[in-house]
Nanobody
Framework: QVQLVESGGGLVQPGGSLRLSCAASGIIFSIYRMGWYRQAPGKQRELVATITSGRSTNYADSVKGRFTISRDNTKNTVYLQMNSLKPEDTAVYYC???????????WGQGTQVTVSS
């Protein structure tokens, strides 16, 4: 009964900020590598940011310096703080959970982020 539920998406103006949340259940959250991916219309899903169980982070070049991924293991939640948003950040953002030692991964339903004037 693995479930990942994203929230926090919406419409924001260029230069604005937004924080996404992903609440996980049905997994041993603290040992999972968590990540955020996004997919724009007509494009492939791409990695945005990841965070390991040891809180090591990795970011796509396009979001470095603007986005911050974090996790709260007491709440089984991973966050994506997005600052200085650009129109090209517009996409559906998906939460990902990567279990250690397995070839499978879990995905949330996605949340829409639209950056527009």
């Amino acid at each position: 009964q693995v479930q990942l539920v994203e929230s926090g998406g919406g419409l924001v103006q260029p230069g604005g900020s937004l924080r996404l949340s992903c609440a996980a259940s049905g997994i041993i959250f603290s040992i999972y590598r968590m990540g955020w991916y996004r997919q724009a219309p007509g494009k492939q899903r791409e990695l945005v940011a990841t965070i390991t169980s040891g809180r090591s982070t990795n970011y796509a070049d396009s979001v470095k310096g603007r986005f911050t991924i974090s996790r709260d293991n007491t709440k089984n939640t991973v966050y994506l703080q997005m600052n200085s948003l650009k129109p090209e950040d517009t996409a559906v953002y998906y939460c990902n959970a990567d279990p250690p030692g397995l070839m499978t991964a879990y995905w949330g339903q996605g949340t829409q982020v639209t950056v527009s004037s």
